[in-house]
Nanobody, 124 residues
Framework: QVQLVESGGGLVQAGGSLRLSCAAS????????MGWFRQAPEKAREFVAA????????VYAGSAKGRFTISRDNAKNTVYLQMNSLKPEDTAVYYC?????????????????WGQGTQVTVSS
């Protein structure tokens, strides 16, 4: 069982930056591909970014490409999402997710573990 705890959300003005962190329990973190998803009010959960177990492979949603960077530190059992040039439409609850394979995925139903979410609000 893997437990995930997100942090780093908050209120920021448009054009600003935030870095989200997701701390994972367990001793085999490097075996888990990790992803970030988000859900805005009255909208479906959507993929943001994902990273392979080794950190060598990343994939991004079109809305995140060029502005967001996903990374991981396997020694610290932590995955990060650096978000730059934030826009009001980035406002959502951001969720960290893990799947029990090295290979990342953009599909939420392929993830086994989820955090509780952290709120990101971008004001205009």
């Amino acid at each position: 069982q893997v437990q995930l705890v997100e942090s780093g959300g908050g209120l920021v003005q448009a054009g600003g930056s935030l870095r989200l962190s997701c701390a994972a329990s367990g001793r085999t973190f490097s075996r888990y591909a990790m992803g970030w998803f988000r859900q805005a009010p009255e909208k479906a959960r959507e993929f943001v970014a994902a990273i392979s177990g080794s950190g060598g492979g990343t994939v991004y949603a079109g809305s995140a490409k060029g502005r967001f960077t996903i990374s991981r530190d396997n020694a610290k059992n932590t995955v990060y999402l650096q978000m730059n040039s934030l826009k009001p439409e980035d406002t959502a609850v951001y969720y960290c997710a893990g799947r029990g394979t090295y290979y990342s995925s953009r599909y939420a139903d392929e993830y086994d573990y989820w955090g509780q979410g952290t709120q990101v609000t971008v004001s205009s």
